[in-house]
C-alpha cells in the first residue's frame, strides 16, 4: 500500500498541533510520534504544514516518472499554479523547461478545466441540483465520501480539470503517457484510483528535477513567448476561480467560495439547510495557489493570486474553444474509514480512566487534538490515541505524585523564592523547624531558621552539599543541601534528620573518653604492682642468695675438716 503521506522521524514533542490541526483526525501517536491514518486521511497535507518541527514527507513518483521519460513518449499536464509557484508569467517558459527534461510535449491542465466549467454549466441549467458543490479538490471528494455521505448528492458528478485533461491528451495522443504537476498531494491518490493519469509530480519534485539538470527557468524566459490565448479556466488555482471561469452565470443559484478545510466542514454539517446554492469548495486556504507542495513565495498567497489575474488578463483574445465530446462522468461513491465504533459503556471506561466520570469532568480543552474528551475516548478505543494524550490529566496525575512524594519524604524539604519566602514545605520540615501552623506558604524563612546559607547559595549561584547544621529551636541536628534553582527561580533545601546518629555519635565519643581513661588507671596500677612484685622478688633474692652462699660455705667448710 503507497502511503502517499507521513510524517519523517522528527523530535516529536507531544504538541499534538498537527492532531489539532487535522480537519478529519487521521493522526494517530504512537510511541510518542505521530503518524497517518492512511483509512481517513483526505490529503489535504495540512498537518505537516503546521509541524513545528518541519516533518513533511510525501510520497515522490520522481523515479518512475524518470523511467517513464526515458522509455517513451510523456506529455506533461501542468497545474495553472505554476505561475505563483515558479514566477512565471508565459507557459511556454515552463513548456521548453519540461522539454528539457525529456517530456515530448505539455499543456495547462486548465485546458481541462474548461471542459470541467462547461459539464457545470450544463448541470446548473438542468435544474435538478438543490445545491451545487464542485468537484475539482480530491481532497473535499474524500471529506464528502469518507464523512459527509448526505452531501454526496450535490458533488458535481463530474471529472476534475486534471483527469478531464489526462483523457483528452490520451484521446488525442493515444500512445503517450501523461504525468500531472501541481501542488496537491491529493492528486496522487485521485490519479491512481483514475487509471487515466501515469504519474504525478509535485512542484517541490519538479523544481529538484530543474535543479538537477542545472535548468534555469529565469535564462528560459529570455526566449520570445508566444500568446496562447486567454481561458478563463486559468483562474480555476485561486479562490472564487471556478466562479470566474463562467462566462455567465446559472440563474437560480447563488455563486459562492469556500476555502479551508473547517469552512468546508462547517458548509457540510449545515448542507441540508441550504438551497440554490453553487459552492466552489476548496480545501487548501486561498485555494489551490497555497498547496501544501507549492513552493514558498514571499508575501505568500496574496502575492499568488495577483500573479494569476496578471497572468490571466495578458493572455489577449479568448482562445478558440469547441466542446469536447469525451465522457467527463465521475461517480462519487460512498467510503468508509473501518473504524470501530465503542459502546456507550466503553467509552465511560475510558474516560474513568482519565477521572472523568462526571459531565463537570469533562474540560474540552482540546489540549490532545481532539475538540472534546469524548472524541478522544472514542480514539483511544480505536488505538488511535493514549491515555497520557490527556493534558489536564497527566499534569494533575503529575502534581498529586509530586505531592506526595514531597510530603511522605523522610527528609524535611522547602522551597523558598527569591525573597526567601516559603512556597511549599513539608511535614518532616516542619517538625524540625518546630512550625507549628498548618500552612505558613508565603511567610519568610528566617522566622523559622537562620537564612544565611540561602543567601549566600543564592548570591554565589552555587549549592551546598550535606552541612551539618544545629536548629536550636528544635534541638536537632541536620544534614543541609540547597540548591539553587535555575533561571533565579528560588532555591530549594532538603534536611536530613541526623539528629539520632550525632548524639550517638556523641555518645560513643563520650565511652570512648571514659574507656581511655579507664585504661589509663589500669596501665598506672599494673605498672605500680608490677614494681611492688619486682622490688619484692629484689629482696627475696638477695636473702636467698645469702643463704644459698652460707650454706655452700658450711659444706666446704666441713669437706675442708676431714
Known amino acids: 500500500m503507497i502511503r502517499y503521506l507521513d510524517f519523517k522521524d522528527a523530535r516529536c514533542k507531544d504538541c499534538y498541533k498537527c492532531l489539532r490541526e487535522c480537519p478529519v483526525k487521521a493522526i494517530k501517536v504512537i510511541d510518542h510520534h505521530a503518524k497517518i491514518i492512511d483509512g481517513r486521511c483526505i490529503l489535504c497535507g495540512h498537518c505537516t504544514e503546521v509541524c513545528p518541527q518541519n516533518a513533511k514527507s510525501v510520497h515522490t513518483e520522481r523515479e518512475e516518472v524518470e523511467a517513464l521519460l526515458k522509455s517513451g513518449k510523456v506529455i506533461a499536464s501542468v497545474a495553472p499554479s505554476f505561475v505563483s509557484s515558479f514566477g512565471l508569467q508565459e507557459f511556454s517558459v515552463m513548456k521548453l523547461a519540461l522539454g528539457r527534461l525529456g517530456f515530448a510535449d505539455a499543456e495547462e491542465t486548465s485546458v481541462g478545466a474548461r471542459e470541467v466549467t462547461e459539464r457545470y454549466r ?61 501542488p496537491c498531494i491529493a492528486k496522487k491518490r485521485e490519479a491512481r484510483e483514475s487509471g487515466a493519469v501515469d504519474g504525478v509530480l509535485t512542484f517541490e519534485d519538479l523544481a529538484a528535477m530543474f535543479a538537477d539538470k542545472g535548468i534555469v527557468l529565469d535564462e528560459i524566459a529570455r526566449l520570445p513567448a508566444r500568446d496562447e490565448g486567454m481561458m478563463r479556466s486559468k483562474y480555476y488555482p485561486i479562490s472564487r476561480g471556478i466562479i470566474k471561469s463562467f462566462e455567465n452565470y446559472v440563474d437560480g443559484y447563488e455563486f459562492v467560495a469556500v476555502d479551508g478545510a473547517e469552512k468546508c466542514k462547517e458548509v457540510l454539517e449545515n448542507i441540508e439547510s441550504l438551497s440554490g446554492m453553487f459552492i466552489e469548495m476548496n480545501c487548501c486556504d486561498s485555494a489551490c495557489v497555497n498547496g501544501p507542495c507549492s513552493l514558498a513565495l514571499k508575501a505568500g498567497a496574496l502575492k499568488a493570486n495577483a500573479d494569476i489575474r496578471r497572468y490571466v488578463n495578458k493572455s489577449g483574445e479568448p482562445a478558440p474553444y469547441t466542446p469536447s465530446e469525451l465522457d467527463f462522468t465521475c461517480v462519487h461513491a460512498r467510503k468508509r474509514t473501518g473504524d470501530f465504533i465503542p459502546t456507550d459503556r466503553q467509552l465511560a471506561e475510558i474516560l474513568a480512566k482519565t477521572g472523568k466520570t462526571k459531565p463537570e469532568d469533562m474540560l474540552n480543552c482540546g489540549a490532545c487534538g481532539y475538540e472534546t474528551c469524548m472524541e478522544k475516548a472514542w480514539a483511544v478505543a480505536n488505538g488511535y490515541a493514549n491515555i497520557d494524550m490527556c493534558v489536564p490529566y497527566m499534569r494533575a496525575r503529575a502534581e498529586s505524585m509530586s505531592y506526595e512524594i514531597i510530603q511522605t519524604s523522610p527528609n524535611g524539604i522547602v522551597l523558598l523564592d527569591n525573597d526567601l519566602n516559603i512556597l511549599e514545605i513539608n511535614g518532616k520540615a516542619k517538625e524540625l523547624l518546630g512550625i507549628r501552623e498548618s500552612d505558613v506558604r508565603g511567610q519568610g524563612i528566617f522566622h523559622y531558621f537562620n537564612p544565611t546559607d540561602f543567601v549566600l547559595a543564592a548570591a554565589d549561584n552555587k549549592n551546598i552539599y550535606n552541612k551539618k547544621v544545629y536548629l536550636e529551636r528544635t534541638s536537632s541536628w541536620v544534614e543541609l543541601t540547597i540548591i539553587v534553582l535555575k533561571d533565579n527561580k528560588g532555591t530549594y533545601a532538603v534536611m536530613k534528620d541526623i539528629t539520632q546518629e550525632t548524639h550517638s555519635e556523641e555518645q560513643l565519643s563520650k565511652v570512648k573518653l571514659e574507656t581511655l581513661a579507664t585504661t589509663d588507671e589500669v596501665i598506672k596500677k599494673q605498672m605500680r604492682v608490677a614494681q611492688e612484685i619486682a622490688s619484692l622478688l629484689g629482696e627475696t633474692t638477695a636473702e636467698t642468695k645469702i643463704a644459698l652462699l652460707k650454706l655452700k660455705n658450711t659444706l666446704q667448710g666441713d669437706d675442708g675438716g676431714k
Open 122 to 182: 450544463r448541470l446548473l441549467e438542468g435544474k435538478t441540483f438543490k445545491n451545487f458543490i464542485t468537484s475539482c479538490c480530491p481532497a473535499v471528494n474524500t471529506m464528502i465520501e469518507l464523512y459527509y455521505p448526505k452531501a454526496l448528492q450535490y458533488l458535481a458528478p463530474v471529472d476534475s480539470p486534471m483527469v478531464a485533461h489526462a483523457k483528452m491528451l490520451r484521446a488525442a495522443h493515444p500512445d503517450a503517457k501523461v504525468v500531472f504537476i501541481g
